[in-house]
């Protein structure tokens, strides 16, 4: 799987920070109670001529699923994304990252976490050892809502299909979920991202699924960074482990 071995020296990411919260034998990674902010807003004015209409059923492999992706029109957000954001990566990764919706840069590029958050997250990434190649990068919604704004629930409905089957289709060993909007939908539960950090279980998969703060949060809030080592370093150990 190519996760190269534990350097004990600290990413200069995570330096001058605190030493990272031991997790327990049952790794679950201890909770910090945050809420995190809303991720800054952004304006778009994209007009698109309609696509085609691909159905659930269609999806089946990658050339197919992302066609379906990109000629989707299930929700309102067809009509004012740029372009689909399908998800980018290794095909068949150990690891995958399901963020939450694109930003204005990655809907301008089509490519998940390509601005600032994205910097961070490529951080995070090679702080354990990998690279954003090693990956598969994915969100839970496909297409950005307008001025940033948090999807609604018929949005990620909308868009769920196509999450899960690349989920099937990746095959991970584990899942890293950031944000408090990917952390809720995938595990469907109202608890805070705080409460939620460390070691889930994906429902409907049964793959591993650590739970972090968003990187764009961390931006803002540095303080959490010692927290959100904490969950890379678990994430890690059971890449290791499923080695
Ligand atoms: N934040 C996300 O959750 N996903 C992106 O692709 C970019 C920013």
Not at 60 to 76: D, H, K, N, T
Not at 198 to 224: E, F, K, M, W
């Amino acid at each position: 799987m190519g996760v190269q071995r534990w350097q004990p020296k600290l990413p200069a990411l995570f330096q001058n920070i605190p030493a990272p919260v031991v997790n327990k034998p049952e790794l679950q990674a201890q909770a910090v109670i945050t809420e995190e902010p809303a991720i800054e807003a952004i304006t778009s004015d994209a007009s698109h001529a309609a696509p085609p209409v691909v159905e659930p059923a269609q999806m089946g492999e990658w050339p197919e699923l992302e066609s379906a992706v990109r000629g989707c029109r299930a929700c309102e957000l067809h009509q004012s994304r740029t372009q689909t954001v399908f998800g980018v990566g290794a095909k068949q990764a150990d690891c995958m990252i399901i963020g939450e919706t694109p930003g204005a840069d990655e809907d301008r590029q089509g490519e998940p976490f390509v601005g600032k958050a994205g910097q961070l997250l490529n951080a995070m990434i090679q702080a354990i050892g990998l690279s954003r190649e090693q990956v598969f990068i994915a969100n839970i919604l496909k297409c950005r809502p307008p001025g940033n704004r948090n999807p609604s629930k018929e949005e990620v409905a909308a868009c769920s299909d196509f999450l899960d089957q690349q989920i099937t289709l990746v095959k991970p060993k584990v899942i890293l979920s950031v944000g408090r909007i990917s952390a809720q939908n995938l595990l469907k539960t109202d608890v805070a991202v705080g409460k939620l950090r460390g070691l889930n279980t994906l429902p409907g998969h049964d793959i591993p699924l650590v739970v972090t703060y968003h990187p764009a949060y961390l931006l803002r809030t540095p303080s959490q960074k010692r927290a959100a080592w904490a969950d890379m370093k678990l994430l890690r150990s059971l890449l290791v482990s499923a080695e």
